[in-house]
């Protein structure tokens, strides 16, 4: 079975801390993506990775850095940590984006910045 | 870009057969239907998915429509464990046009 660990399940941090949101997946995936959960708002994609140390931009990428140096390792990086970034954050992986292949998602992260 | 349309919520009396329904009238010829399930406190998961043809697997059935403008996702024997969100969503080979939507929730009665 396809696997995305998600190294943190609950945080909290300050406003102004910069956080890392650590991922990992072990099937190989090439696609690999972050997305926050928010009520009411669905899920909306953040950031996105179709290869090592490469990415492209969601639809809310502002406030948002991510890192891929592995290709079973995806980070988010909150620069400076704000309120309005406390949500849950998920964490997927796919192969090579073709529309058939389907998306492997990690159990989230919920972060509160107070 | 395509997207879907689902009821908010749904209600199913359990060992009963639900049936969720979803739209997606501006479906392209390319994009593939997908459903997606969430159990509280847990990151989707996988449910199902089909391109032209009805689909089975261990946990449900997709049927779609012959103009594929909608589809129907139906679990045969509603199961407590079953009360979720479900997603029905649309991907393109553009990849980034992956849209959840709001999903329809689940209520599973005993």
């Known amino acids: 079975d396809v696997k995305v660990t998600q190294s943190s399940r609950y945080l909290v941090k300050r406003t102004g801390e910069k956080v890392f949101l650590e991922c990992v997946q072990d099937m190989d995936h090439e696609n690999m993506f972050w997305y926050r959960q928010d009520p009411g708002l669905g899920l909306r994609l953040i950031y996105f990775?179709?290869?090592?140390?490469?990415?492209e931009k969601g639809d809310i990428p502002e406030g948002y850095s991510v890192s891929r140096e592995k290709k079973e390792r995806f980070s988010l990086i909150l620069e400076s940590a704000s309120t309005n970034q406390t949500s849950m954050y998920l964490c997927?992986?796919?192969?090579?984006?073709?529309?058939?292949?389907?998306?492997?998602f990690g159990e989230g992260s919920w972060l509160t910045v107070v | 870009d395509a997207k879907t349309t689902q009821p908010n919520s749904m209600e199913s009396n359990e060992e009963e057969p639900v049936h969720l329904p979803c739209n997606h009238s501006?479906?392209?010829?390319?994009?593939?239907i997908h459903w997606y399930r969430q159990l509280p406190s847990q990151g989707p998961e996988y449910v199902i998915h089909g391109l032209t043809s009805n689909v089975n697997n261990r946990m449900a059935s997709l049927a779609i429509a012959e103009d594929r403008k909608s589809s129907t996702l139906i679990l045969h024997r509603a199961t407590l464990r079953d009360a979720a969100v479900y997603y029905c969503i649309l991907r393109d080979e553009g990849f980034n046009k992956f849209y959840f939507g709001s999903g329809t929730k689940l209520n599973v009665k005993p």
């Open positions: 501006t479906i392209s010829g390319t994009d593939y």
């Open positions: 990775s179709y290869d090592v140390k490469m990415k």
């Open positions: 997927a992986s796919s192969l090579w984006a073709r529309s058939g292949n389907t998306i492997y």
